[in-house]
């Protein structure tokens, strides 16, 4: 997966890195989605921390929102 690859649409980008994350785990798909939802859930749990150490002031009223609209 460290190989730059130019991609040429936000498409392109997003199946390069889909099959990228399959070839990493050897096409077990389920393993594949099983990485992604540990790796989301680790950068949930690190924005939680990194709001509680952020003023509002300091992000000029930026708030982090944890689900995706």
Known sequence: MSAIIQAETPNDREIYHAEALLAAHEGDAVA???????????????????STFVSYGAARGWRPRFVRE
């Open 32 to 50: 594949a989605l099983r990485h992604v939802i540990a790796d989301a859930s680790f950068l949930h749990g690190q924005l939680l921390i990194a």
